[in-house]
């Protein structure tokens, strides 16, 4: 199945985040690529967004004016010195899977962090979640490792692997 053919990738506003949500909610309740239990109510949102200025953008896949996925660059565990990381995160909706638009949006949340001169971008997946390993490692990104069984949903236990993505080293002090 191709793309929409009116599929547009941009940087998400605001007006995007009840569709965005939406989308990361379903995954909450039906799925294992977040271990989030709780679904986000519209103000962790918004919250949320705050936090993803230039530095960290959101994009959004739409077609025919509906956000059908998103991904995003998050800061890498709070302090400075990782300031030339960040972590990747991509979801498409549901009926949209598998029509090339993960693809489109992990290129174009690549491409920003080229722009952003950063050294890597690291992700973290279930690791059952083999469609997204194999996805990112057609980009370049390698696995580096496993952590096992940290995480229980469904009553079930989950593993996710940690994969990264090496940039060209940003000629910094
Ligand atoms: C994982 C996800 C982002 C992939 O996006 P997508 O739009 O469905 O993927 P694409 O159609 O762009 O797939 C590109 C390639 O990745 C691989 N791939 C993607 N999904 C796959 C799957 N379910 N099984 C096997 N390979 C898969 C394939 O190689 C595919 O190329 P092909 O279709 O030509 O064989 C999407 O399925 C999704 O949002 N899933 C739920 C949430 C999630 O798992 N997010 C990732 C968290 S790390």
Known sequence: MPPPADLVIRRAKEADLDAINAIYNREVREG???WELDEW??????????????ASPVFVATSVGAVIGFTYLSTYRGRRGYQYTREN??????????AGIGRLLLARVIEAGRALG??????????????????????????IGE??????????????????????RPDVP
């Open 32 to 34: 294992v690529a977040t």
């Open 41 to 54: 109510p519209i103000e962790r949102r918004i919250e949320w967004f705050t936090e993803h200025d230039d």
């Open 147 to 168: 952590e096992i069984e940290t995480g229980r949903k469904f009553g079930e236990w989950h593993s996710a692997v940690e994969v990264q993505l090496l940039l060209d």
């Open 89 to 98: 995160t991509i979801m498409v909706d549901t009926p949209y899977q598998r």
């Open 118 to 143: 950063l050294r890597s971008i690291v992700a973290w997946i279930t690791s059952t979640n083999t469609g997204s390993i194999e996805l990112h490692r057609q980009f370049g990104y390698t696995v």
